[in-house]
């Protein structure tokens, strides 16, 4: 069930796509507190109550004991202490004895979720704005909530299937042998490989839709040839437009007036990669259409995925700032810099970034009237997203496109997916991605994935193996570095073999993964999802946060400790453990329900099959493409027979078919034999196991 309140004068976000009529009576659950401009919603916890959602943030899967803030930022520190990363998804569920029931907040401005932080027993969501529609939602069950949201939000974004193939990215491939070095270091080595992001390095000097024609003489042939190696190049775009007369962008941008201002009408200039740059409006109907053909050139070149950065937006500073921190640094000049003026000096200059103070000084064109960012600040990256699908999508209607973002709001899962964005060479950080999964997919996100290896700092080579092993599972699965670290592509290092072989897994398990993914996006399920949600009169699964359920038959716990040969893995019921090594090579080892220490040395890592279901596994293969599907082996372990349903397409096609793409495996075990089926395929069942 869900109802929706209206408060105040809510601004459109585009979160919903189909509006209950507004309720008038008393929002169950929730105090509702009106005061200084603000509104409040306060919800009296149980003691064991759980509660989830928030999409991408940082802490646990259960988001309870911490202060949250919707508040698109780039932070390129993901530590417990932080409250936002670049996404708002202001969705929160309880569970507990009084049953389930939430709220989306769609809000576009700063909200914050005090989920027993000020008091244990005690969540107070607050919007900054006072203006919002909250969606109360109640269910049955976890699962039942999400799918009820999900109905409200509208279907996710599918991306094509060689959008599930490994990308290899680096900030710092600078030029066509650069790409070129990396893919035949790929495939001279058998690692398999689909795709090559491409950093602002292509860029000339950073202006959006250039290259630089001296590092890249022949991007249409570079690309051709690519392609015929079977990679595809993905290149990144800044939501910042340079400021520079004589760039295409700028100049039509500048005289069709599609940029943000500052109140006194003049254009709002900030500076990031390009140094001085300009903003356009993608609150704007009319400036996301022409933003979103300005990517068309770029896909006659060849170009078929885009990711989006910086569109929080992130600002470094802008002039206003910029010269009030040059003001206080004069008046300081001469003096005896104690410690008090010396960390206002210092945080003059770090604090111009990303500052509220910045956020408040320009104006979106909403109906035709100015608002000030900060007001509806968490639809920018979205609105960005949104203008590429659009470009893309009008550029080949008939085909599905790759894009994903590092800022977003619900909303945005119809148009693209997401990456977790700046993370560190941290193994914290493989256990913040492996939580992220199943609060994004709640939130709609399902093509999503964290940087492998680590972003930030220099990787080392036992947390790039672990990392991948969790990678393999994730449907966006790169490998991205900042410039400046340490190199860290698969064959750089002495175990390059043992993370082929894992690799080898992944394209082995993308006919399931596939299939999941479209299932998950079609039916509003989630591929990622907590223990608590598949086992709720659990309470040890309820309160275990290192492994999440894939899909529906299967559960993964990764390594994420350094030097660790194994880990601890609860069982919540009866399943097989597949100990991969690589596709070919792997143990089968049935396991009761209950606590137990799995062995799992660097080259090996988990994947658990719930008793009395199978799933599927295709030869593996070095690029999505050469996948055959027609020809499956069966993993599992039986008393008696079952079914799965799998999904498979071409691939590429816009329009999804669930029910034209389903083929059912049928298998039955008679006499301690088993026997499998499925129309056209060639099913081999020797490895199930029967009790
Ligand atoms: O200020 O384009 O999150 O993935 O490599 C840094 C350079 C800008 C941030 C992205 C990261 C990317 C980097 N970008």
């Not at 570079?222 to 760039?247: C, F, N, Q, T, Y």
Request: aromatic content about 12%; charged content about 25%; some cysteine.
């Amino acid at each position: 069930m869900i109802r929706r309140y209206d408060f105040g004068h809510p601004i459109e976000t585009g979160a919903v796509v189909s509006k209950p009529p507004v309720c008038t009576d008393d929002m169950p659950r929730f105090a509702v507190v009106q005061e200084e401009g603000r509104v409040s919603f306060k919800v009296v916890m149980g003691e064991d109550d759980l509660v989830f959602g928030l999409g991408e943030n940082v802490r646990g899967i259960n988001k309870r004991g911490h202060i949250y803030r919707a508040w698109n930022s780039d932070d390129f520190s993901h530590t417990e202490n932080k409250s936002s990363l670049y996404a708002s998804h202001n969705l929160v569920l309880f569970s507990g004895k009084s049953g389930v029931f939430g709220a989306y907040f769609d809000d576009p401005g700063a909200v914050t979720f005090d989920l027993g932080y000020t008091r244990g027993d005690e969540a107070v969501i607050t919007s900054e704005n006072g203006s919002l529609t909250v969606y109360y939602i109640e269910s049955e069950s976890l699962i039942g909530a999400v799918k009820e949201f999900r109905y409200l939000i509208g279907r996710s974004y599918l991306p094509p299937k060689w959008g599930l193939g490994y990308i290899q990215s680096r900030w710092g491939y600078s030029s066509e042998n650069d790409l070129r070095t990396v893919v035949a270091g790929h495939r001279s080595r058998h690692i398999p490989l689909d795709m090559m992001s491409m950093d602002i390095d292509y860029m000339e000097d950073y202006k959006d839709f250039t290259w630089n024609s001296e590092r890249f003489p022949n991007l249409k042939r570079m690309i051709s040839d690519l392609k015929d190696d079977h990679i595809r190049v993905v290149p990144i775009i800044d939501a910042g437009v340079k400021e520079e007369a004589g760039d295409p962008s700028y100049d039509e941008g500048m005289e069709k007036d599609y940029f943000v201002k500052k109140a006194d009408g003049k254009v709002f200039v900030g500076a990031v990669w390009p140094g001085r740059a300009v903003f356009p409006d993608f609150l704007r109907e009319d400036v996301r259409s022409w933003f979103g053909g300005l990517y068309r050139p770029m896909m006659e070149a060849g170009v078929e995925a885009v990711w989006n950065d910086m569109n929080e937006p992130a600002i470094f500073y802008s002039e206003e700032g910029l010269e009030a921190a040059y003001q206080q640094a004069d008046a300081m000049r001469g003096t005896n810099i104690g410690v008090n003026s010396y960390f206002a000096l210092k945080d003059a200059f770090t604090g111009m970034s990303n500052s509220m103070e910045d956020y408040r000084r320009f104006y979106h064109v909403i109906d035709g009237k100015p608002v000030r960012h900060d007001k509806v600040h968490n639809l920018y990256g979205a609105m960005m997203t949104k203008a590429s699908a659009q470009g893309m999508k009008a550029y080949a209607p008939d085909k599905r496109y790759l894009l994903f973002s590092r800022a977003s709001f619900i909303g945005a899962h119809r148009d693209g997916g997401v990456w977790q964005g700046d993370n560190n060479a941290w193994w914290s950080h493989i256990l913040l991605n492996l939580k992220q999964m199943p609060s994004l997919n709640m939130c709609g996100f399902l093509y999503c994935g964290a940087d492998l290896g680590g972003f930030g700092c220099n990787t080392t080579e036992d947390l790039l193996q672990r990392w991948l092993q969790l990678g393999v599972f994730t449907p966006l699965m790169r490998n991205h570095a900042a410039n400046g670290t340490r190199d860290q592509e698969i064959y750089r290092f002495r175990n390059w073999e043992a993370m082929r072989d894992t690799l080898t897994v992944r394209y082995a398990l993308i006919p399931y993964l596939y299939s999941e993914l479209v299932k998950a996006a079609v039916k509003g399920d989630m591929m990622f999802r907590p223990l608590a949600f598949d086992y709720p009169g659990d309470d040890m699964a309820c309160r275990t946060e290192d492994q999440v359920m894939l899909g529906d038959g299967c559960m993964i716990a990764p390594v994420y400790e350094q030097n660790a040969r194994g880990r601890h893995v609860y069982l919540p019921e009866d399943m097989l453990l597949v100990r991969f090594r690589s596709s070919e090579d792997y143990d089968l080892v049935p396991m009761k329900k209950g606590h137990h220490w799995v062995a799992l040395q660097m080259n090996e890592f988990p994947l658990f099959i719930r008793k009395g279901h199978v799933i599927p596994m295709a030869k593996t293969a070095e690029y999505v493409e050469a996948i055959d599907t027609s020809s499956l082996m069966l993993l599992g372990w039986l008393d008696k027979g079952t079914a799965i349903t799998l999904y498979d397409d071409d691939g590429v096609s816009a329009d999804i078919d669930l029910n034209a793409g389903l083929t059912v495996i049928d298998v039955q075990v008679k006499d301690g034999a088993v026997k499998a089926k499925a129309q056209g395929k060639h099913i081999d069942a020797s490895r199930i196991i029967i009790d």
